[in-house]
């Protein structure tokens, strides 16, 4: 019994040491076709702003990854991004050579360390219903068929699930304006279930729940008056509308 506690132990020694350098001290090599840099951004986006730029071969050390826009690069397609402190913003992880097809840092908490939350909150906000209760509701009235009270009624859709009877803004877009910045994170794709994404169009704009995992419930993208899931990414292709982040739950009905 001695020796096999000690085996375990030793096991679960190395196999703790190897997480650990597994996240340590990640670096990368930007590397591009035509030699151009990389634009840095302040978010994991290609619309977010952008803070600076990285040369071809630039070696840079990754503090943190973060899941975000999807982007077709010299290294494939794919959503992850890597936050860069000396460069101040994220690259896109396609034109960074790490010698790993997937992570090699620890999930970003926020842009780079900063304040974007990874959970969603309706702390001081006077919700009926929490985050994990509207994303209940919400599951609950997915349909693939026509129902008038959802069609063209995003922003009323959201205010229902959190148990209101209208969030109490003329539009989507309006809802996005009015939100206090505390409670808002531009750029961000890191949309944890129960936040509200945000788009504008030119017009009224678009809001839809977030379910997780990059997962949200909209009305209309599958069909007038249904509410079915999505991605940010489709709704931006189908509708070519622009991204403009998320919020926590705050409605203007309470406010």
């Known amino acids: 019994m001695r020796q096999v506690l000690v085996t375990f132990l030793a096991t679960a020694a190395v196999t703790l040491v190897g997480a650990n350098q597994a996240w340590a001290a990640a670096t990368g090599t930007v590397r591009t076709d035509s030699g151009v840099a990389v634009t840095v951004r302040a978010t994991p986006s290609t619309s977010a702003t952008a803070v600076g730029s990285a040369p071809n071969g630039t070696v840079v050390s990754i503090e943190c990854q973060a899941i975000g826009e999807t982007v077709t690069g010299k290294y494939g397609t794919s959503d992850l991004w890597d936050y860069v402190p000396a460069l101040g913003g994220y690259i896109t992880d396609t034109y960074v050579y790490t010698g790993a097809d997937g ?6 908490t ?3 360390g900063g304040d ?3 959970a969603c909150s309706t702390t001081g906000l006077g919700n009926p219903r929490t985050c994990a209760q509207a994303v209940a509701w919400a599951k609950e009235h997915v349909h ?3 129902n008038g009270d959802y069609y063209r009624w995003c922003d009323r859709i959201n205010a229902w699930a959190y148990g209101w009877s209208a969030s109490g803004s003329e539009t989507a877009y309006k809802h ?7 409670y808002k994170y531009p750029g961000s794709y890191e949309v944890p279930a129960g936040g509200l994404a945000f ?8 809001t839809m729940i977030s379910i997780g995992g990059g997962k949200f419930l909209s009305n209309d993208i599958h069909g007038n008056g249904t509410y079915t899931e999505t991605t940010i990414a489709e709704i931006k292709s189908q509708w070519g509308a622009t ?9 203007k009905i309470n406010h």
């Not at 788009?199 to 678009?206: Q, T, V, W």
């Open 199 to 206: 788009f504008s169009n030119g017009g009224s704009g678009h």
């Open 144 to 146: 693939t068929n026509y």
């Open 116 to 118: 974007t939350p990874t």
């Open 243 to 251: 991204y403009l982040g998320w919020a926590q739950p705050w409605f």
């Open 176 to 182: 996005w304006t009015q939100i206090p910045s505390s």
């Open 110 to 112: 926020g842009d780079g």
């Open 103 to 108: 992570r090699v840092a620890p999930d970003c």
